[in-house]
């Protein structure tokens, strides 16, 4: 079984890719500004906060969320999915 | 992008030609005014698994294989978490509603809609005490996925959006609505609140066909395709994120399935919830394509 980290990235990668034009679910992916460069909408982000909660199996406090929290694939990953120091 | 000609002159002049029809929406919504605190007597406590809270055809469950494999007890429960779903989810679109609204007052190229926008702000505090008394009365308010965001600007195009996005969800919301506030089936608290909900979104409904209509025709000629081409991308994301909120994982957990986040995506995607969401969703999708705000459907939402 690969680590939740692996997982996580390449469905957050293939969700991103699906929901923007011309996007390809690679590893570059995962640096770019999904919100500042306009690939997703602030109305993804429900949907963005279900993938997350689903990948984890655990909830997540929107309330307490910040716009770096899910910025990137990356960030998205070292804030809710590395072990340890995940929300 | 947005030209000085396409800024509040324009909006204000597109405003003035609705005086007639708001202030008949205005003299509707006085001769119709009520107090939310006298107009339901609450019971002491309702039965979850005895009495209908949802239409069971309106549930996310209803017409998938889950359907068939939980007993009546339970399919009546889940309709009664769904209605505070569905509750809660108007806790939330109204507040957003609110806030936009309540920017909007008196903004003075916004200044002839003032009149109604205090009947419409009013109006959905209402609403919100009924769902918020219901849900806080027999269960609880569900929490939204949709985490705050910055305020937007005072620009046309940040004025359709929002007017445009209360009236998908207004519409969808009262196809519900409708459906239920007759339905004999349900328990008299809740066909009230559908009813009472719909009997003022009636308005509310006018009121946005009308703005949205007058909004676009009166920028889009300013606005570039690539304006365009996002403000459509927008509104059909905006179908995704109100329909994937009946689908809420909360609920199916709260209602003792194992695995609540797979129940939530196995049920969105069932040709049967795809259709409602299909039907429910057609007449405000109508209405959009033939103003050619949007284009086609809205697909990835069914």
């Given at each position: 079984?690969?680590?939740?980290?692996?997982?996580?990235?390449?469905?957050l990668?293939?969700?991103?890719?699906?929901?923007?034009?011309?996007?390809?679910?690679?590893?570059?992916?995962?640096?770019v500004?999904?919100?500042?460069?306009?690939v997703?909408?602030?109305?993804?982000?429900?949907?963005l906060?279900?993938?997350i909660?689903?990948?984890?199996?655990?909830?997540?406090?929107?309330?307490?969320?910040a716009?770096?929290d899910?910025?990137?694939?990356?960030?998205?990953?070292?804030?809710?999915?590395?072990?340890?120091t995940g929300? | 992008?947005m030209?000085?000609a396409?800024?509040?002159?324009?909006?204000?002049a597109?405003?003035?030609?609705?005086?007639?029809?708001l202030?008949?929406?205005?003299?509707?919504?006085?001769?119709?005014?009520?107090?939310?605190?006298?107009?339901?007597?609450?019971?002491?406590?309702v039965?979850?698994?005895?009495?209908?809270?949802?239409?069971?055809?309106?549930?996310?469950?209803?017409?998938?294989?889950?359907?068939?494999v939980?007993?009546?007890?339970?399919?009546?429960?889940?309709?009664?978490?769904e209605?505070?779903?569905?509750?809660?989810?108007?806790?939330?679109?109204?507040?957003?509603?609110?806030?936009?609204?309540?920017?909007?007052?008196?903004?003075?190229?916004?200044?002839?809609?003032?009149?109604?926008?205090?009947?419409?702000?009013d109006?959905?505090?209402?609403?919100?005490?009924?769902?918020?008394t219901?849900?806080?009365?027999?269960?609880?308010?569900y929490?939204?996925?949709?985490?705050?965001?910055?305020?937007?600007?005072?620009?046309?195009?940040?004025?359709?959006?929002?007017?445009a996005?209360?009236?998908?969800?207004?519409?969808?919301?009262?196809r519900?609505?409708?459906?239920?506030?007759?339905?004999e089936?349900?328990?008299?608290?809740a066909r009230?609140?559908?009813?009472?909900?719909?009997?003022?979104?009636?308005?509310?409904?006018?009121?946005?066909?009308?703005?949205?209509?007058?909004?676009?025709?009166a920028?889009r000629?300013?606005?570039?395709?690539?304006?365009?081409d996002?403000?459509?991308?927008?509104l059909?994301q905006?179908?995704?994120?109100?329909?994937?909120q009946?689908?809420?994982?909360?609920?199916?957990?709260?209602?003792?399935?194992?695995d609540?986040?797979?129940?939530?995506?196995?049920l969105?995607?069932?040709e049967?919830?795809?259709?409602?969401?299909r039907?429910?969703?057609?007449?405000?999708?109508?209405?959009l394509?033939?103003?050619?705000?949007?284009?086609e459907?809205p697909?990835?939402?069914?």
């Amino acid at each position: 079984m690969l680590p939740i980290d692996l997982d996580a990235r390449a469905e957050l990668r293939s969700w991103v890719a699906s929901r923007a034009d011309g996007i390809e679910p690679d590893p570059a992916l995962d640096r770019v500004a999904l919100f500042d460069q306009r690939v997703l909408s602030s109305l993804h982000l429900p949907e963005l906060i279900l993938l997350i909660e689903r990948l984890r199996n655990e909830p997540v406090d929107v309330t307490t969320m910040a716009a770096p929290d899910v910025a990137s694939i990356d960030a998205i990953v070292a804030t809710f999915f590395d072990r340890g120091t995940g929300r | 992008m947005m030209t000085g000609a396409s800024g509040p002159a324009v909006t204000r002049a597109a405003m003035a030609t609705l005086r007639e029809p708001l202030q008949r929406l205005v003299d509707s919504s006085r001769r119709t005014f009520r107090n939310p605190y006298e107009s339901i007597d609450w019971p002491v406590s309702v039965d979850p698994t005895a009495d209908w809270f949802t239409a069971p055809e309106l549930t996310t469950v209803h017409g998938t294989p889950l359907w068939d494999v939980i007993g009546d007890g339970a399919r009546r429960r889940l309709a009664f978490l769904e209605a505070l779903n569905f509750y809660s989810l108007n806790i939330h679109g109204e507040r957003d509603l609110m806030e936009g609204l309540v920017t909007r007052l008196y903004r003075p190229d916004l200044s002839d809609a003032a009149s109604y926008l205090h009947h419409f702000i009013d109006e959905e505090n209402k609403h919100s005490v009924h769902f918020g008394t219901f849900c806080t009365r027999y269960g609880r308010v569900y929490r939204s996925r949709q985490p705050p965001g910055a305020a937007a600007p005072a620009t046309p195009d940040a004025d359709l959006r929002f007017f445009a996005k209360v009236l998908v969800f207004e519409e969808i919301i009262d196809r519900f609505n409708v459906a239920q506030a007759k339905d004999e089936r349900l328990h008299p608290i809740a066909r009230f609140i559908n009813q009472s909900h719909h009997a003022e979104e009636v308005r509310h409904l006018a009121f946005g066909r009308r703005v949205v209509a007058e909004l676009w025709r009166a920028h889009r000629a300013s606005w570039s395709s690539a304006q365009i081409d996002d403000l459509r991308r927008y509104l059909a994301q905006f179908f995704v994120t109100t329909w994937r909120q009946f689908f809420n994982p909360d609920v199916y957990r709260d209602a003792g399935f194992d695995d609540p986040w797979d129940v939530a995506e196995r049920l969105w995607a069932s040709e049967a919830q795809r259709e409602l969401r299909r039907a429910f969703s057609k007449r405000i999708v109508e209405f959009l394509t033939v103003h050619e705000i949007l284009l086609e459907d809205p697909h990835a939402a069914y």
